[in-house]
């Protein structure tokens, strides 16, 4: 059965690693700006605090890992009162090695793993839309590993060092969303794949998305009344059920279009359009160019 979490993440295409530690001791805080990319964080050692834009405080702990699939500004900190130094990620030159803030002699009172990579994908405002936007998960060794992996990996210029990144933060990605996974979720695919009647719905409609779906074949999977599977999709997901179809097919399209390897009209049969017309007609209206023009935009 499909597996509609790796689709999204694959279709992110998510490159380009960059990491570094950090420590903090004493009186010490700082501001990161809007940053917008994705970026993440592994507690190594110690405790701080995190405040992100919208998110109430908490603590980091040792073991603990955050994960931000669009970085919106946060601050990080000791645990004494200071004004923090603000910093902002697009414009301060990156740093060669270990960063520390506060104290500067002695044992730190933290010591982190940050880094940030990047989304290759065109479409990757409305897919991050899908994630959560902050991810804390606590105690899992599986992503700590991950972490290490990236880290040495970052920091080496080896034979096949892009490739290895790439897959490798595939899988930290898909464990760290995993591994937060809950009804208790904010909106989004991952509170909709915690839900077992919509997730049988949402793997059947990745699955064959060139499928003519009603919401009623979808209820149907989902072995609820077509009223009840609509409400309980669109709080779940964010979207109507016919809404998130129709994104995920013009996000399947794009993809297909810059491959340059397929006609207008096997792309648009293999995302669920009748003709070739219609899907143009579809597409220009979602995307707001003719897949053609974007097909050549891509290629450039």
Same mark, same amino acid.
């Given at each position: 059965?499909?597996?509609? *979490? ?8 998510? @490159?380009?690693?960059? $990491? !570094? ?8 805080? &700082? ?27 908490? /603590? ?19 645990? =004494?009162?200071?004004?923090? /130094?603000?910093?902002?990620? !697009? ?31 065109? #479409?990757?405002?409305?897919? &991050?839309?899908?994630?959560?936007? *902050? ?5 899992? =060794? ?7 992996? &990236?880290?040495?990996?970052?920091? =080496?210029?080896?034979?096949? @060092? ?49 499928? $003519?779906?009603? &919401?009623?074949?979808?209820?149907? !999977? ?22 998130? *179809? ?7 399209? !794009? #993809? ?9 009209? =096997? ?10 017309? /219609? ?17 050549? /935009?891509?290629?450039?």
């Amino acid at each position: 059965m499909s597996d509609p *979490l790796s689709e999204v993440i694959a279709l992110l295409q998510p @490159r380009a690693v960059f $990491s !570094k530690c950090i420590s903090g001791a004493g009186q010490w805080a &700082v501001r990161y700006s809007d940053y917008g990319q994705p970026s993440f964080c592994a507690v190594l050692e110690g405790s701080c605090l995190l405040a992100v834009d919208r998110q109430q405080p908490f /603590t980091l702990q040792a073991g603990d890992f955050v994960l931000m699939p669009a970085t919106p500004g946060f601050t990080m900190s000791g645990f =004494e009162a200071v004004a923090p /130094t603000r910093i902002d990620p !697009k414009l301060t030159p990156s740093p060669t090695g270990e960063v520390r803030h506060g104290r500067r002699g002695g044992r730190p009172d933290v010591r982190l793993l940050g880094g940030y990579f990047v989304f290759d994908s065109p #479409d990757a405002a409305l897919l &991050v839309s899908l994630l959560p936007a *902050l991810v804390h998960v606590r105690g899992v =060794e599986r992503l700590s590993v991950l972490v290490r992996l &990236v880290g040495e990996e970052s920091r =080496e210029s080896r034979s096949g @060092r892009e490739m290895v990144l790439t897959r490798l933060v595939e899988v930290l990605l898909i464990e760290a969303l995993r591994s937060s996974s809950g009804e208790d979720a904010p909106p989004g695919l991952l509170r909709g794949l915690a839900d077992a009647r919509l997730s049988l719905a949402m793997r059947q409609l990745h699955k064959d998305p060139a499928r $003519s779906w009603t &919401v009623a074949q979808l209820a149907q !999977k989902a072995a609820l009344s077509r009223s009840a599977f609509f409400e309980r999709f669109t709080r779940a997901v964010g979207l109507p059920p016919m809404e998130y *179809l129709l994104a995920w097919r013009m996000a399947l399209a !794009k #993809d297909l279009l810059r491959r340059q390897d397929l006609a207008i009209g =096997e792309v648009a049969e293999r995302v669920g359009y009748g003709s070739a017309s /219609t899907f143009s007609t579809a597409f220009s209206r979602h995307v707001g160019q003719p897949p053609s023009h974007f097909a050549r /935009t891509a290629a450039g």
